[in-house]
């Protein structure tokens, strides 16, 4: 069973940067694409970022290329997403999701919140 623990959330005045982390347990984690959602208050969850197993190919929302960046250390099962220059509109909970191609299932974190002061 996989579960996905995110951390590095908290408050930041608007223009600050946060990484946020999320470890996988339970599985393999290089089998596992992993990415970055966020929802905000009284709208659907968003896709924010994703990054393939090996690291090698990234997507990013509009809404934040040049200033997210995905990341993952495979030896140590975690995905990072460093958010600079952060803007009030980013605030959300970040929730981690991990997807394993070959079963097609998708897993998900607890969500860590985010909140940009202006």
């Known amino acids: 069973q996989v579960q996905l623990v995110e951390s590095g959330g908290g408050l930041v005045q608007a223009g600050g940067s946060l990484r946020l982390s999320c470890v996988l347990s339970?599985?393999?984690?290089?089998?596992?694409?992993m990415g970055w959602f966020r929802q905000a208050p009284g709208k659907e969850r968003e896709f924010v970022a994703t990054?393939?197993?090996?690291?090698?190919?990234?997507n990013y929302a509009d809404s934040v290329k040049g200033r997210f960046t995905i990341s993952r250390d495979n030896a140590k099962n975690t995905v990072y997403l460093q958010m600079n220059s952060l803007k009030p509109e980013d605030t959300a909970v970040y929730y981690c999701n991990a997807h394993e191609g070959s079963s097609g299932t998708t897993d998900w974190g607890q969500g860590t919140q985010v909140t940009v002061s202006s």
């Open positions: 990054i393939s197993r090996h690291g090698i190919t990234t």
């Open positions: 339970g599985r393999t984690f290089s089998s596992y694409s």
